[in-house]
């Protein structure tokens, strides 16, 4: 069981909303990424971080941003959320060695 | 840029019967290739990985791969289905030099094991 967790599990707010999606992870990594995921469509790279302070953006354009203070904590903020932005959020994580990744279980958020 | 095509939406299989999900991928120079499986409510699980050496791999819960570069091809097998394998199966590639580090991932296959 991977030890990587994202709060909240479900997210339905209205539009022009700050909201902050959390993903921690107890393994030590120092690889994390942030994935977004919509149905029977692919997973898409949003946003990557190889440590402490460093942070790029993926494949795929967003208008979120995401910070890491932390190695544990890799949040994920969009500024004013609209309707384009429901979907599902998914975290992940890596030690660089194993070429694995670990998944939260997903933040499903919908903007009304 | 770097892609994966898994061509079927959904895989109906007899328990008990073989099972295959189709997987090809597209990336410049040498790939690394995974699957990863998704119980309902839950994160992806990895199940294994090619990046070099003999071209069948096996990984977790019996499940294996063959890596088939003239045809760029990394399908899932198992030999003999059991109805807890139904869930869903994402495909990755990366190109080697990016590790694990900017995976593309497949839409995913819905696989459905009836008893």
């Known amino acids: 069981e991977a030890d990587i967790y994202q709060t909240p599990r479900y997210l339905v707010i209205g539009t022009g909303k700050k909201i902050t999606l959390e993903c921690s992870q107890t393994?030590?990594?120092?690889?994390m990424y942030w994935y977004q995921q919509d149905p029977g469509m692919e997973l898409h790279l949003i946003h990557y971080?190889?440590?402490?302070?460093?942070?790029e953006k993926g494949d795929l354009s967003s208008e979120s941003t995401v910070s890491r203070i932390r190695t544990e904590h890799f949040p994920l903020t969009l500024e004013s959320a609209r309707p384009s932005h429901t979907s599902q959020y998914l975290c992940?994580?890596?030690?660089?060695?194993?070429?694995?990744?670990?998944f939260g279980s997903g933040t499903q958020l919908s903007v009304l | 840029a770097q892609s994966v095509a898994q061509p079927e939406d959904q895989v109906n299989v007899a328990e008990g019967n073989p099972l295959t999900v189709k997987c090809t991928y597209s990336?410049?120079?040498?790939?690394?290739l995974f699957w990863y499986v998704q119980y309902p409510n839950r994160g992806l699980q990895f199940l294994l990985k090619?990046?070099?050496?003999?071209?069948l791999v096996k990984g977790s819960y019996g499940f294996e791969a063959e890596f088939n570069k003239s045809q760029t091809s990394f399908h899932l097998k198992k030999p003999s289905a059991l109805v807890s394998d139904s869930a869903l199966y994402f495909c990755?590639?990366?190109?080697?030099?990016?590790?694990?580090?900017?995976?593309?991932f497949g839409k995913g296959n819905q696989v459905v094991v009836i008893p």
């Open positions: 992940a994580s890596s030690d660089g060695n194993s070429e694995k990744l670990f």
């Open positions: 393994m030590g990594h120092d690889k």
């Open positions: 971080s190889y440590g402490v302070n460093s942070t």
């Open positions: 990336v410049s120079g040498n790939p690394y």
């Open positions: 090619y990046i070099t050496g003999d071209n």
């Open positions: 990755a590639v990366s190109a080697r030099y990016y590790g694990n580090n900017r995976l593309a």
